[in-house]
């Protein structure tokens, strides 16, 4: 699948040699900088290969210097005696560290001294960026050493020289260990500092290698499809940044079904996207084109609708299609469960007819209309100009005042609440929300085909043009010409006549009804009933 747009160099990320690197190393009393305090500070910042600067300076504690501190560094009370203390050093150590992605081994350790100085100080948290060498030589070199001592580390790469537990010998030999992670990390794919960051989480499976089959994705929107051997997709996904996001699954994701389809992956495609919507939707239609068997929604989903039938005696029923010979419908669902739960908050707003017998064809009524719950016709008492006042407080609803069925299912949980039937109520509220969020939708549905072609652009100036509820063009930058919709003799439809043109027309919606979307123009009327659907 070729690229949409031509990707520029920065696109890739930012290349690890032209990171500037601050190599740094602490010596203090103990292990907490709760109760302990900063001796000596060391490091060296290089960029390129080259070293920048060095900074160093033993530093007062304030308090006395433990014994055995002293046996493992060297550093004496006598020595630190006419150091500067931290307020002094601190300063001019942050000013030296400046924007530099911060390196060290278990660097954790001296980046909190760091911090809980900083902090006491009233000096801002330092927001730099981090590598740990000690997380770089677990993940890069665990087969090739005894352990991940600095010490160890640094023998292993023959650094000139020795760690020595002083700060600048220590952030020196830590740099030559980093120089040799960087190489080591390069012969994987690892360029950039984005990548280097998350490497140290990955995972050491055997489809980490697999990870090269994403390096020539660009930091772009779009959307990524993993194949198998065969060339079948196996799954389809959508990122704000396609090359972060797929690198990401071989950075620690412990679940079974992503070790599955990582087994399984031998490609990659992608289509750069022009916005997140055009990513959204295109996701979502290939999806629906290439049903891969690692995405949920692309299992097998039945539609169904509820219709309102047109008949003497009108009653709801569910349905697998929609027909224009019907007086309304809403949906579709994904399930039959849905609709039925749609269903029994319609029968339970208004007593429309429930049973399907011909009307008079029974002596008794049917046990919903004895029950006072529906006005059926099949004992042949109800008059047809009777029953059509039900008919048109329903239409009058779905179309117009959703209030008239919403308002009624509000009372009746308030009915069960206050009897202390908190179960029933419950029911009636899941009711409630399962019909006000079919109304909204069959509304939203019914305004964006009414307009026709919607032209609009979000606040990051990228731009989709809409056609009766689906994305017709997108861009990011000048708009295309499009013409507009003309007029047709096929009747709109009410509904969406599917669940993926159902999904389609949902993200639209709510991207057309987000407060950072402008509207540029239409080419019909682009209006909602003047009734709210109030929400529980």
Same mark, same amino acid.
């Given at each position: ?27 203090? %009393? ?5 109760? *302990?305090?900063?001796?000596? $500070? ?14 160093? %300076? ?11 501190? %002293? ?17 002094? @050093? ?23 001294? $760091? ?14 960026? &981090? ?5 770089? @030589?677990?993940?890069?070199?665990? =087969? ?42 390069? %012969? ?33 929107? #779009? ?28 950075? #620690?994701? =412990?679940?079974? /079904? ?5 087994? =399984? ?21 290939? $999806? ?16 169904? &609708? ?24 809403? +949906? ?5 469960? !849905? ?15 429930? *049973? ?9 009524? *049917? ?8 006005? *059926? ?81 979000? !606040? ?11 994305? !017709?063009?997108? &861009? ?9 919709? +003309? ?21 639209? &919606? ?12 239409? /080419? ?13």
């Amino acid at each position: 699948m070729s690229l949409a747009v031509q990707t520029s160099f920065d696109d890739l990320g930012t290349p690890l040699f032209d990171v500037p690197f601050c190599v740094l190393d602490l010596e203090t %009393t103990g292990g907490s900088p709760s109760d *302990c305090g900063i001796t000596e $500070i060391g490091a060296v910042k290089v960029r390129r290969g080259e070293v920048l600067g060095t900074f160093h %300076t033993l530093v007062d504690p304030g308090t006395p210097i433990p014994p055995f501190i %002293t046996i493992l560094t060297g550093i004496t009370h006598a020595m630190v005696v006419q150091a500067p203390s931290i307020e002094t @050093a601190l300063p001019s150590f942050l000013e030296f560290i400046g924007d530099a992605v911060v390196v060290g081994h278990n660097v954790r350790f001296d980046l909190s001294f $760091i911090r809980s100085a900083a902090l006491s100080l009233g000096y801002p948290h330092p927001a730099n960026r &981090w590598v740990d060498t000690a997380a770089l @030589a677990r993940r890069l070199w665990r =087969e090739e050493v005894p352990n991940l001592r600095l010490a160890t580390l640094a023998a292993y790469v023959r650094s000139p020289v020795a760690p020595i537990h002083r700060a600048l010998e220590d952030a020196t030999a830590t740099l030559h260990v980093l120089y040799a992670l960087l190489e080591r990390a390069g %012969t994987i794919g690892v360029t950039v500092l984005e990548d280097l960051l998350q490497l140290p989480t990955a995972r050491g499976a055997p489809h980490y290698q697999k990870i090269r089959l994403g390096d020539r994705l660009p930091r772009l929107p #779009g959307v990524y499809l993993f194949r198998d051997r065969n060339g079948a997709v196996i799954y389809v996904g959508k990122a704000k940044n396609l090359r972060t996001r797929v690198r990401s699954y071989f950075y #620690g994701d =412990e679940r079974r /079904s992503v070790a599955a389809m990582l087994r =399984e992956l031998e490609s990659i495609d992608h289509r750069v996207c022009h916005s997140e919507l055009d990513a959204e939707v295109t996701e979502l239609r290939m $999806i629906h084109e290439h049903r891969p068997r690692h995405n949920r929604r692309s299992r097998p989903t039945a539609a169904h &609708w509820v219709r309102l039938t047109d008949e003497r005696f009108p009653r709801f029923s569910l349905v697998r299609t929609v027909k224009q010979q019907a007086l309304l419908h809403l +949906g579709p669902f994904r399930s039959r469960r !849905a609709a039925e739960v749609v269903l029994t908050a319609l029968w339970d707003a208004v007593p429309i007819r429930r *049973c399907s017998g011909k009307p008079g064809s029974r002596e008794a009524s *049917c046990a919903p209309a004895q029950m006072g719950v529906a006005r *059926c016709p099949c004992d042949g008492s109800l008059e047809q100009d009777d029953y059509r006042q039900v008919i048109d407080l329903v239409i009058e609803a779905v179309e117009r005042q959703p209030a008239l069925l919403l308002d009624r299912l509000v009372e009746k949980m308030q009915h069960h609440a206050g009897e202390q039937r908190f179960e029933e109520a419950g029911w009636v509220r899941d009711r409630h929300r399962a019909l006000a969020r079919a109304l909204e939708r069959r509304r939203a549905w019914q305004a964006m085909v009414q307009a026709g072609t919607v032209w609009a652009e979000g !606040a990051d100036g990228s731009g989709a043009a809409l056609e009766r509820g689906r994305l !017709a063009a997108a &861009w990011n930058g000048d708009q295309p010409l499009l013409a507009a919709t +003309g007029a047709t003799d096929s009747p709109l439809p009410e509904v969406p006549l599917g669940v993926g043109e159902a999904d389609e027309a949902q993200l639209v &919606w709510k991207w057309l009804n987000s407060p950072e979307t402008r509207l540029l123009d239409v /080419s019909g009327p682009l209006v909602l009933p003047a009734s709210p659907i109030r929400a529980i």
